[in-house]
């Protein structure tokens, strides 16, 4: 036989079982309302008294998941206070993840009700816990909830700080995919940046790096987004994609080579090339909601890209003409646009008809842009170095004559 020892009604958690177990069993009449209560308030006793806190936080959400709906959310909010403090109580780290898991998948799994307060409810939980992992648990279950409520704006400041986070929890790579890409979904659903929903997704496809074959293949859906999503992009004109095991996979896959072809062409090739490939791929470029007009568009910016990287620094306005194939009067709209979309610098020759760029944006940054930016570097070092020296010399010089005159005058 159990002994259970008296504790104060005063007792916040065991307030909590009397109010919620009172609430959900209203309707079943006095007399069985009432012994249900009192068997729940025994319960809840004798977890208080045992410690036994990850099984007063079970006994607790089983009435509290059943009131969300009647009562207030300031009332919820006390309610769920009460059951998420339990965690600090844990003796161990593995029991606080325990109710961490518990409490949090009970208040994210119906995500379409009361979604914002749900997710409240969460970051308190996640404030009180000590555990890094069961912190990166709890966040996880957010995003979820998040994404699923269509309450995502609730969620997304966070995101600045990931790297933060990331340093905090100290999670495997498993993990870290997990998190990337739910976090790109969550910025795809809440379309407030391409290019942040974008970063993530080549921070999940940067993880795969040297797995097996059936490792590597998980990735092959995400890959083609991303793909598709840098092709799309109206502002994106510069990405890693192809040093990616992750996206180099689909080179040679039968179902996805396509794709990994389209992605060569933009970061790699020019317009006449794109064109080629769209007259024999035009079903497979619409199955991807890749419209023709926009690809044009866009490989027109980046072949006048790739013309502006030539060593020589001036672009004839024939050969944008005919690179681009467009019309004399529209060499110079071209120019502004990319100018525009800073992915050059440069002045306009009417006189002469050519362009002389000064700066370029680069399509790809691989190892021969490393080695082209490292011989840069030194040749400005070497460039810096040989003003210094002329420097101190002319004051070695200064300093001498300014000597002579004094003992002149003496």
């Avoid at 919820?76 to 998420?84: A, G, K, N, Q, Y």
């Avoid at 024999?280 to 023709?292: C, D, P, Q, R, W």
């Avoid at 502004?336 to 610098?345: C, F, G, H, P």
Wanted: hydrophobic share 40%.
């Amino acid at each position: 036989m159990t002994t259970v020892v008296p504790t104060s009604e005063e007792d916040p958690a065991l307030a909590v079982v009397r109010f919620t177990s009172e609430l959900a069993w209203a309707d079943a009449g006095p007399e069985v309302a009432e012994r249900q209560v009192s068997t729940l308030c025994m319960e809840a006793q004798e977890c208080i008294v045992m410690n036994k806190w990850l099984e007063l936080a079970s006994l607790m959400l089983t009435s509290a998941d059943l009131i969300f709906s009647k009562v207030s959310d300031k009332d919820l909010e006390c309610i769920f206070t009460v059951i998420c403090n339990l965690v600090t109580k844990s003796e161990s780290p593995d029991e606080e993840l325990e109710m961490a898991k518990l409490i949090s998948a009970k208040i994210t799994h119906q995500p379409n009700d009361k979604p914002a307060l749900r997710l409240k409810i969460v970051f308190n939980l996640y404030n009180l816990l000590g555990n890094p992992y069961s912190r990166f648990h709890v966040y996880m279950n957010a995003l979820n909830l998040a994404l699923n409520g269509k309450a995502t704006e609730h969620i997304v400041p966070s995101f600045r700080k990931i790297d933060s986070f990331l340093k905090e929890w100290g999670i495997g790579i498993s993990d870290q995919r997990d998190l990337f890409l739910t976090i790109s979904n969550v910025l795809k659903e809440n379309k407030s940046s391409g290019k942040e929903s974008f970063k993530f997704l080549t921070k999940y496809l940067a993880t795969f790096s040297g797995e097996d074959a059936h490792i590597m293949s998980e990735a092959k859906e995400e890959a083609v987004r991303t793909i598709v999503e840098f092709v799309k992009a109206p502002d994106m004109f510069q990405c890693d994609l192809l040093d990616m095991p992750a996206v180099g996979q689909l080179e040679k896959d039968a179902k996805y080579a396509s794709v990994y072809q389209l992605l060569k062409i933009f970061l790699t090739q020019r317009l006449d090339a794109y064109l080629e490939f769209q007259a024999a791929n035009s079903t497979s470029l619409k199955s991807y909601g890749l419209v023709h007009e926009d690809c044009i568009t866009k490989m027109r910016l980046m072949s006048l890209v790739d013309l502006a990287s030539d060593e020589s620094g001036q672009i004839p306005y024939a050969l944008i003409r005919d690179t681009l194939r467009i019309n004399d009067d529209e060499v110079e709209l071209w120019v502004v646009k990319a100018i525009s979309a800073k992915l050059i610098d440069c002045k306009m020759d009417q006189m002469n008809q050519v362009v002389i760029v000064s700066r370029c944006t680069e399509r790809v940054f691989g190892q021969n842009q490393w080695q082209t930016l490292k011989s840069k570097l030194s040749t400005w070092r070497g460039n810096i170095a040989s003003v210094i020296s002329t420097i101190q010399a002319n004051r070695i010089t200064e300093d001498g004559s300014q000597a002579m005159q004094g003992l002149m005058i003496r």
